[in-house]
């Protein structure tokens, strides 16, 4: 009996770390791009910005171009 317990206590963690690698791992692999637009009287033309971040020394294609 403690066999059965002992396995299906290890099949359950098994699938929670599966279930937890498989939300982690793509998000590496991936990046989120938010627009925003807002206006300033102060500034008269069209400026784009953009910011990296959090992206934990992964390359996103050849030499991160």
Do not use: T
């Amino acid at each position: 009996m403690k066999k059965v317990i002992k396995r299906i206590f290890l099949g359950v963690f098994a699938l929670v770390i599966f279930a937890l690698g498989a939300g982690i791992i793509p998000s590496y692999y991936s990046l989120e791009v938010s627009d925003y637009e807002f206006e300033n009287e102060k500034i008269q033309e069209s400026v784009k910005l953009v910011q990296l971040s959090d992206i934990h020394n992964a390359e996103f294609g050849k030499e991160n171009q």
